[in-house]
């Protein structure tokens, strides 16, 4: 299962984040969010897994230059990851 970490989540939909597509494997991937606040705590503390067949469910947008489709997920769909 692959490992992305997100610098700065989107806004949109109260807060989202973008996942490439070609970093879902069959059994998902997991997320770290490493924004913080003003005062050095990460608003995200939690390891999250997302898995292909809910992102899948979610909006796709393109990105960049290459046109890069991106998988828009709600935070508050993301499950928190124990293992």
Same mark, same amino acid.
Request: hydrophobic share 30%; net charge positive.
């Given at each position: 299962m692959?490992?992305v970490?997100?610098?700065?989540?989107?806004w949109k939909?109260?807060?989202?984040v973008?996942?490439?597509? @070609?970093?879902?494997?069959n059994?998902?991937?997991?997320?770290?969010?490493?924004?913080?606040?003003?005062?050095? /705590?990460r608003?995200?503390?939690h390891t999250y897994?997302?898995?292909? /067949?809910?992102?899948? /469910?979610?909006? @796709?947008?393109?990105? =960049?230059?290459?046109?890069?489709?991106? @998988?828009?997920?709600?935070?508050k769909?993301?499950?928190?990851?124990? =293992?």
């Amino acid at each position: 299962m692959n490992k992305v970490v997100i610098k700065t989540p989107m806004w949109k939909n109260g807060g989202s984040v973008g996942i490439a597509d @070609r970093q879902f494997s069959n059994s998902g991937v997991l997320v770290e969010i490493d924004y913080k606040d003003k005062y050095g /705590q990460r608003i995200y503390p939690h390891t999250y897994k997302v898995s292909k /067949q809910k992102a899948d /469910q979610c909006e @796709r947008m393109y990105v =960049g230059k290459n046109n890069l489709p991106v @998988r828009v997920i709600p935070i508050k769909d993301l499950e928190v990851y124990d =293992g």
